[in-house]
């Protein structure tokens, strides 16, 4: 049976730690920063190996645990996917009703809880006694990796945000952040990640030097700085430690690659970890699935779907295997309604026990960014496009490494056309794993898919998510006029 990583488990202290990370910020941003350290924040306790891996778990509950509900409404803002029940309101794309805006403040207090308990062991590590300096840097860069994808994730949804750190841990009181101030924390973060993480994880589901790369790529390609992320992109590639996984049929793409039972794979870089215990699974299995289908077995809530009128699926090619995980199912939305498979778990112990594995990184997308971004750099060349065609000929079950009759040829491609290739099949290939919408932001070309596809006019409020009432109730060095627009 797959399990959690040992480090998530493995005594007294991680549950201590976990329960302390869940803390009070979940009922007021105000209650948690103004929290008297307890025991997990004594000197005492922040001493050995076993405290600190103690508290890097604490760091990872929040953010795993929030993951599934925040795919899920990334989805659901896509030229493609839909929301149903309260999700519904998601598919006006006219900002978020009070429903939703208390649900994206739950997202936010997640994110901000594994914040502060990144800067909890960023602060405690060099005060140790007991840890070598290797350790050190070890644990430090760990939760710094952490910290910057948690704060690329805020920084993208929410604009600029409170920078909260190491250095202002005991501070209630943070002011708004620019976008770039953001973004610096993040590259530096990753700068120190990226030389003390290990080339290789000691257990799946801890970062790497890889994945701190491939977060660095993705980043640089968000400040549109081409030449970086080309150039993290591509020492990745070099490295030559990842590799397609091959597939022939439906049933390999989802066991092989999104199987509840797998531990790791050749194209897997980072991952959040899940088991089939409960408490300690997926979220996204039950959000997706329909009972009909037999792929979930406690049914599924159906909570997102797609329609087969819809353009993006219409014009999608026969024999593309990503387009076999979707079914047919009418469950009163009408014959062309569609949902997703991409999550199968037939042996769940409960409701909260999904054993799938949530992808932030796969080869699949770092071999797409360097696509993209070296295209953006040099046109067109030999290697962008065997890139791009790799993950092409994965999808139409041939040799991911072999040339095949579906490559594309370069003599055949502009630039800008390639670059609309690239962001297509990476449309395909990231579905469910919270990609398409801020991919569309990124790009400036939001208004229009969703037009196309979906007929559908974006209103600027929803662009960026609102700032929970709690932050600027009780956070004093913020006010009213910190909201973002249209809130």
């Known amino acids: 049976m797959k399990t959690i990583m040992n480090f998530r488990l493995l005594n007294s202290k991680i549950l201590a730690a976990a329960l302390l990370a869940l803390g009070s910020l979940a009922s007021s941003c105000d209650s948690l920063l103004e929290e008297e350290p307890k025991t997990i924040v004594s000197e005492n306790f922040y001493q050995n190996r076993s405290d600190f891996e103690a508290a890097i778990n604490a760091t990872y509950f929040p953010l795993r645990m929030?993951?599934?509900?925040?795919?899920?409404?990334?989805?659901?803002?896509?030229?493609?996917?839909?929301?149903?029940?309260?999700?519904?309101?998601?598919?006006?794309?006219?900002?978020?009703?009070?429903?939703?805006?208390?649900a994206a403040a739950a997202r936010w207090t997640s994110f901000y809880q594994g914040i502060r308990n990144a800067n909890i062991v960023i602060e405690k590590a060099p005060l140790s006694e007991e840890l070598s300096e290797e350790e050190v840097?070890?644990?430090?860069?760990?939760?710094?990796?952490?910290?910057?994808?948690?704060?690329?994730?805020?920084?993208?949804?929410?604009?600029?945000?409170?920078?909260?750190?190491?250095?202002?841990?005991?501070?209630?009181?943070?002011?708004?952040?620019?976008?770039?101030?953001?973004?610096?924390?993040?590259?530096?973060?990753?700068?120190?990640?990226?030389?003390?993480?290990?080339?290789?994880?000691?257990?799946?589901?801890?970062?790497?030097?890889?994945?701190?790369?491939t977060l660095l790529a993705d980043v640089y390609l968000q400040l549109g700085d081409y030449e970086m992320s080309k150039l993290k992109?591509?020492?990745?590639?070099?490295?030559?430690?990842?590799?397609?996984?091959?597939?022939?049929?439906?049933?390999?793409l989802r066991e092989k690659i999104f199987g509840a039972a797998l531990i790791t794979s050749t194209e897997e870089i980072f991952s959040f970890k899940f088991a089939r215990q409960t408490g300690q699974g997926s979220g996204l299995p039950w959000i997706m699935?329909?009972?009909?289908?037999?792929?979930?077995?406690?049914?599924?809530?159906?909570?997102?779907?797609?329609?087969?009128?819809?353009?993006?699926?219409?014009?999608?090619?026969?024999?593309?295997?990503?387009?076999?995980?979707?079914?047919?199912v009418d469950f009163g939305l009408g014959d062309s309604t569609i949902v997703n498979g991409k999550y199968a778990e037939p042996q769940a112990v409960d409701?909260?026990?999904?054993g799938n594995d949530i992808p932030?990184?796969?080869?699949?997308?770092?071999?797409?960014?360097?696509?993209?971004?070296?295209?953006?750099?040099?046109?067109?060349?030999?290697?962008?496009?065997?890139?791009?065609?790799?993950?092409?000929?994965r999808a139409f079950g041939y040799a991911p490494m072999e040339n095949s009759e579906v490559d594309y040829v370069m003599t055949d491609l502009a630039v800008e056309e390639f670059l609309d290739l690239i962001l297509q099949e990476k449309a395909y290939e990231t579905q469910f794993e919270g990609k398409r919408w801020l991919d569309?932001?990124?790009?400036?070309?939001?208004?229009?898919?969703?037009?196309?596809?979906?007929?559908?006019?974006?209103?600027?409020?929803?662009?960026?998510?609102?700032?929970?009432?709690?932050?600027?109730?009780?956070?004093?060095a913020m006010s009213p006029s910190d909201q973002n627009p249209g809130y």
């Open 66 to 102: 929030v993951r599934s509900e925040q795919i899920a409404v990334l989805s659901a803002h896509t030229d493609w996917g839909y929301g149903r029940g309260s999700r519904a309101q998601y598919n006006d794309f006219d900002g978020f009703n009070p429903t939703n805006i208390n």
């Open 137 to 213: 840097n070890y644990f430090t860069a760990e939760a710094k990796f952490l910290r910057a994808l948690t704060y690329f994730d805020l920084v993208r949804n929410w604009g600029g945000v409170p920078l909260r750190t190491a250095q202002n841990i005991n501070e209630k009181d943070v002011p708004k952040s620019s976008p770039e101030e953001v973004y610096d924390l993040i590259l530096a973060d990753l700068a120190d990640a990226e030389i003390y993480l290990p080339t290789s994880a000691e257990e799946p589901g801890r970062p790497t030097q890889w994945a701190a790369k």
């Open 233 to 252: 992109a591509k020492e990745v590639m070099d490295a030559s430690s990842f590799q397609l996984v091959k597939i022939d049929t439906v049933v390999d």
């Open 289 to 328: 699935n329909h009972p009909s289908t037999g792929l979930y077995n406690f049914g599924g809530a159906y909570a997102h779907y797609g329609d087969a009128t819809n353009p993006f699926y219409k014009e999608w090619e026969s024999g593309d295997i990503r387009k076999d995980l979707w079914q047919i």
């Open 351 to 354: 409701n909260t026990g999904a």
């Open 360 to 393: 932030v990184y796969r080869f699949a997308e770092l071999l797409l960014i360097y696509a993209e971004a070296s295209a953006r750099v040099d046109g067109v060349t030999e290697e962008n496009l065997e890139a791009l065609n790799q993950v092409r000929r």
């Open 440 to 476: 569309l932001k990124r790009t400036g070309r939001a208004e229009e898919f969703v037009m196309k596809n979906k007929g559908i006019t974006i209103s600027e409020r929803h662009y960026l998510w609102p700032i929970p009432l709690e932050e600027l109730n009780f956070n004093e």
